[in-house]
């Protein structure tokens, strides 16, 4: 798998996706469904994606117990998906389970899609995950951790900040999966985001994949910010 620049399809009607999708016409794309998405249109969103011959990661954020996220996780490995997610809070038990579900559910000769574990949502700042998680090691520190708890559960990677990626690498070595969504230029809105990192400093940092949302699907011509963006994440001139 080449390093992606995953787009983060967090649109509210199909009428939407279809009209963006639309202008990237010639373009393999990764493409992520999340929760909006998902919910309103299920499955079939995940053929219609594959047939137009995108790479797809579902993030649903699997957070329960390990019996419900095995059994679930059995239910997403039948569709083709290249990447899913689980919350690494968890728990070891509940992250192992997440891949025996997946490997139960891959079908026979069938690659068993990528396992990536949340570590802290590039929304939480430091201060809120002490006030109000109640974690009181520092956020490094936490999604270090998390990310080795994370491997040694046979998960293939995290979803982390760039900002966090060395720390990951030095924990978990350096081929260990990181996607790294809260991805914006410095003209970009920052939204709900907080640990936050241009698409060239991610490089720098040693990012695995991207996930990029609203700058590109809020912008006016959404194909030139994804191709800027993706010039800028392959650290093109
Ligand atoms: O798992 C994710 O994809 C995810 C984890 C995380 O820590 N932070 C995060 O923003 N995401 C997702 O990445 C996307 C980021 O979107 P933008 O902030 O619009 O670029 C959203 O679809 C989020 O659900």
Redesign the pocket.
């Given at each position: 798998m080449q390093r992606p620049l995953i787009m983060?399809l967090?649109l509210d009607n199909r009428t939407k996706r279809l009209a963006l999708l639309e202008q990237f016409k010639d373009e393999q794309l990764f493409v992520?469904v999340?929760m909006e998405l998902f919910y309103r249109e299920g499955r079939q969103v995940i053929e219609e994606l594959k047939g137009e011959g995108h790479q797809i990661?579902l993030?649903l954020?699997l957070h329960d117990i390990p019996n419900t996220v095995q059994r679930s996780m059995r239910e997403l490995a039948s569709l083709d998906i290249d990447i899913v997610?689980v919350h690494a809070a968890g728990g070891k038990k509940m992250m192992n389970a997440a891949v025996e579900g997946l490997e139960q559910g891959t079908k026979p000769g069938k690659k068993r899609p990528l396992l990536i574990a949340?570590t802290?949502?590039?929304?939480t700042d430091e201060e809120t995950m002490h006030n109000e998680l109640l974690i009181h090691h520092s956020l490094n520190e936490v999604v270090s951790s998390y990310a080795r708890f994370a491997k040694e559960s046979g998960v293939d990677g995290v979803?982390?900040?760039a900002k966090e990626v060395p720390y990951i690498h030095q924990s978990c070595g350096s081929d260990f999966y990181t996607?790294c969504?809260?991805?914006?230029r410095p003209e970009d809105e920052v939204?709900?985001?907080k640990r936050i990192v241009t698409p060239g400093k991610a490089r720098e940092l040693g990012c695995f994949g991207i996930?990029?949302?609203?700058?590109i699907?809020n912008a006016e011509n959404p194909y030139e910010v994804y191709r800027a963006m993706k010039k800028d994440w392959e650290g093109v001139k």
């Amino acid at each position: 798998m080449q390093r992606p620049l995953i787009m983060a399809l967090d649109l509210d009607n199909r009428t939407k996706r279809l009209a963006l999708l639309e202008q990237f016409k010639d373009e393999q794309l990764f493409v992520k469904v999340g929760m909006e998405l998902f919910y309103r249109e299920g499955r079939q969103v995940i053929e219609e994606l594959k047939g137009e011959g995108h790479q797809i990661f579902l993030d649903l954020k699997l957070h329960d117990i390990p019996n419900t996220v095995q059994r679930s996780m059995r239910e997403l490995a039948s569709l083709d998906i290249d990447i899913v997610n689980v919350h690494a809070a968890g728990g070891k038990k509940m992250m192992n389970a997440a891949v025996e579900g997946l490997e139960q559910g891959t079908k026979p000769g069938k690659k068993r899609p990528l396992l990536i574990a949340v570590t802290q949502l590039t929304s939480t700042d430091e201060e809120t995950m002490h006030n109000e998680l109640l974690i009181h090691h520092s956020l490094n520190e936490v999604v270090s951790s998390y990310a080795r708890f994370a491997k040694e559960s046979g998960v293939d990677g995290v979803v982390c900040s760039a900002k966090e990626v060395p720390y990951i690498h030095q924990s978990c070595g350096s081929d260990f999966y990181t996607v790294c969504p809260g991805i914006r230029r410095p003209e970009d809105e920052v939204g709900d985001q907080k640990r936050i990192v241009t698409p060239g400093k991610a490089r720098e940092l040693g990012c695995f994949g991207i996930v990029v949302g609203r700058s590109i699907t809020n912008a006016e011509n959404p194909y030139e910010v994804y191709r800027a963006m993706k010039k800028d994440w392959e650290g093109v001139k």
